[in-house]
């Protein structure tokens, strides 16, 4: 069983299309993330969540907007989609509770190749 | 400054040979963790360890090894009788206690030639 899967694996898209990136963790972990890894496999927090609540925003832009359903599941929905956009996205978890004390930690997923043309 | 500088960007050897990638950080705070994570050609990022800045002690997995110096602010990464299979980015980050958020080095980047 994958423990943080993302979904879908390669997304191309047009300038100015709307998308969405699924994540859903199974370590039962309370904390998700999205980064970003630009083309020089630069890699950058966006987004953080804990037990669905907001707790980094990393001066994303406006047209990012993540959601949390349950703690399982981060989401990233990205409006009117920039050439800028194009990197690799990764969702990634980590338990709060150890977190916060250090011993732990983040598992990432298998990211997501968004290309906007 | 937070910070981790990885200043090799690319480094090759042929296969067997032991190799060295480096990381340097800058931290005011006393408690902080450090990681490596592997990053192979399929593009997924596989944890490789984690140090917490209070465990100087130097680690040993197999044909991997970390040396973490608090003097010089360095946690380096060797491979010892390096195989293809490591060719892969390595990057180097930082948490702070308190906090969720990982910094990432800028990776260095291990071509071993068979």
């Known amino acids: 069983d994958t423990a943080v899967s993302q979904t879908p694996k390669y997304l191309v898209t047009q300038m100015g299309n709307d998308k969405s990136i699924k994540c859903e963790q199974n370590l039962g972990h309370d904390t998700m993330y999205w980064y970003k890894q630009d083309s020089k496999k630069f890699l950058k927090i966006m987004f953080s969540y804990n037990n669905k609540e907001l707790i980094i925003n990393e001066t994303v832009p406006n047209r990012f907007s993540p959601k949390s359903p349950d703690k399982a599941h981060l989401n990233l929905h990205i409006n009117s989609l920039e050439l800028g956009d194009s990197a690799v996205y990764f969702c990634a978890s980590s338990q709060s509770r150890t977190a916060l004390t250090g011993n732990t930690e983040a598992f990432f997923g298998q990211g997501t190749r968004l290309t906007v043309v | 400054a937070q910070k981790v500088t990885q200043a090799q960007t690319e480094i090759s050897v042929v296969e067997k040979e032991d190799v060295t990638l480096d990381c340097v950080y800058e931290?005011?705070?006393?408690?902080?963790?450090l990681f490596w994570y592997k990053q192979p050609p399929s593009g997924e990022l596989v944890f490789l360890i984690r140090r917490n800045s209070f465990d100087e002690q130097n680690e040993i997995s197999g044909r991997y090894s970390w040396n973490f110096q608090k003097s010089t602010s360095s946690f380096n990464f060797t491979i010892t009788a390096s195989q293809v299979v490591d060719s892969a980015v390595y990057f180097c980050a930082l948490r702070f206690a308190g906090t969720y958020k990982y910094i990432f080095g800028t990776g260095t980047r291990l071509k071993v030639l068979a």
């Open positions: 931290t005011r705070d006393t408690t902080y963790y």
